[in-house]
């Protein structure tokens, strides 16, 4: 696996760039470590935690710039997802693209890498 996606809100993304770093959300911030998705499990994050919702980025980042403060751990239906533990640089990521609504509410995705 070479990338892995974060979704979050445009205002959190702006906020990112000009920090230079991400730190999280405030669900990632509780949890102590920033919630990612592989290209198989992204959709699904969407339509569970951010179902309706506008104005989001869907960050595309390269694992290998996270080194070992990134962990798979079992989560939902007790697939391994991806925590990194610590903040984001935003080095690693390679694209954000934003990830609209369509007309039957579900989020469109640009084409993933896996």
């Known amino acids: 696996m070479s990338t892995i ?3 979050l809100p445009a205002t959190l ?3 990112a760039e000009r ?3 991400f730190d999280g959300s405030a669900v990632d911030r509780k949890d102590g470590f920033i919630h990612f998705s592989t290209a198989q499990q992204v959709a699904e994050t ?3 935690h951010f179902a309706g919702e506008r104005d989001l980025v869907l960050l595309q ?3 290998a710039r996270l080194g070992a ?5 079992p989560s939902r239906g007790d697939a391994l997802f991806p925590h990194l533990y610590g903040a984001l640089e935003l080095t690693a990521v390679i694209r954000a693209d934003p990830l609209p609504l369509s007309s039957d509410g579900r989020h469109q995705f640009p084409e993933l890498d896996p």
């Open 5 to 7: 996606y974060k979704i």
């Open 13 to 15: 993304w702006r906020d």
């Open 19 to 21: 920090q230079g770093v």
């Open 46 to 48: 969407a339509a569970k």
């Open 61 to 63: 980042v390269d694992v």
């Open 69 to 73: 403060r990134l962990k798979w751990e």
